[in-house]
């Protein structure tokens, strides 16, 4: 690959180019591959712009690796900072305040289904070997909402691309099975729209899935599910809070390094782009937004894909082949959990 322009022309004039120009290059590459992805995921919902961005980036890479240079082109930081402005111009997209609207019942829904999904997850994963950090990555993604918690996580456990793109596979492969395969499942269960809802919401990753799986069955049952789905994503906040705390006992390593004090663990469980994900969410539930919301919803979507971008184009072959078929059997493990718990409640409650 020639050299870009502008690091010829700084290399003539012997001055050292800013660290955000030496981004430029990789940056417009993984926009490109992130335009591509968008026009794939409107032809394609059902798949999504996510997955089809991290797929494009992993071709890339493993067919043109030899001749791209990656680390010249700052694609790991890119993926880095990309991850974090994605997560908090989403969350100008998000009122805080319809947290209240869903009531009491569903938040014990959820309660229910992130303890056994992340339970699911870490101790089942644990003792099939499953690296820790995989763990992490798939009990937070089929739990909360696919690839966002994952984003949201992926910095705090300072998780490789690889273990990222490898985990957002997993939760889109079965995101996407959800799609087709629980409204036929409510049908035959006999479950009511609100039934339906709760379950969908507290079961199916993505916000779209949600939202189709949810209005495939009925107008009510959609309304119920995204309500609840919107519920489930303010979770992202406390849980990587307590992933944060939490990091000396998941980290097999921590162990031998110097214990560090709790308060510091907190400080670095509150990293700034989480900080600033609350504050955009409260200026989009102050109103201070006003017609420009789905706009910035819009881009946040497109920094998030971009993310996903350069993530796809720092995995390699030899990592999905390394991880085995463990954490796809992991997934399968930890989203039957959640589908299960969500329906054995209803029942308990006699509610569907």
């Not at 992926?154 to 990222?164: D, G, L, Q």
């Not at 629980?182 to 379950?199: A, V």
């Not at 949810?214 to 995204?226: D, I, Y």
Request: charged share 10%; hydrophobic share 55%; with cysteine.
């Amino acid at each position: 690959m020639t050299v870009p322009p502008t690091a010829t022309a700084a290399a003539r004039s012997g001055r050292e180019l800013p660290g955000w120009a030496k981004m430029l290059p990789g940056l417009a590459l993984c926009a490109a591959i992130a335009g591509v992805a968008l026009l794939a995921g409107r032809a394609m919902p059902l798949v999504g712009a996510p997955l089809f961005a991290i797929a494009i980036g992993v071709v890339i890479a493993n067919t043109m690796g030899s001749t791209l240079p990656l680390k010249a082109l700052k694609i790991g930081d890119i993926s880095k900072l990309a991850l974090k402005c994605g997560i908090v111009v989403l969350g100008a997209s998000l009122n805080l305040a319809d947290i209240a609207s869903t009531g009491g019942n569903s938040l014990l829904f959820l309660g229910l289904t992130v303890l056994l999904g992340l339970g699911t997850a870490l101790l089942l994963g644990r003792s099939m070997g499953i690296d820790w950090r995989i763990r992490c990555l798939i009990g937070m993604g089929t739990t909360i909402c696919g690839g966002s918690a994952i984003a949201a996580l992926a910095p705090v456990i300072r998780a490789k691309a690889e273990e990222i793109a490898y985990a957002v596979t997993v939760v889109f492969f079965f995101n996407m099975i959800a799609v087709f395969l629980f409204p036929p499942l409510g049908h035959m269960l006999m479950l009511s729209d609100n039934g339906f809802g709760i379950w969908t919401g507290t079961a199916v990753n993505d916000t779209s899935a949600v939202v189709a799986a949810g209005f495939a069955f009925s107008n009510e049952a959609g309304t119920v599910a995204t309500i609840v789905k919107l519920t489930r994503t303010t979770l992202i906040i406390p849980l990587v809070i307590g992933f944060g705390l939490a990091l000396p006992w998941l980290d097999p390593e921590a162990a031998s390094k110097p214990d560090v004090p709790l308060a510091r663990r907190v400080y670095d469980a509150f990293p700034v782009f989480i900080v600033l994900f609350v504050l955009a969410s409260a200026i989009q539930t102050l109103g201070l937004l006003g017609s420009h919301a789905a706009d910035i919803q819009l881009m946040g979507r497109w920094v998030m894909v971009i993310a996903l971008a350069a993530v796809g184009l720092q995995g390699h072959w030899r990592a999905f082949v390394g991880a085995g078929t463990g954490p796809l059997v992991l997934g399968a493990a930890t989203w039957a959990a959640v589908a299960c718990g969500s329906l054995a409640m209803q029942a308990a409650t006699k509610q569907w």
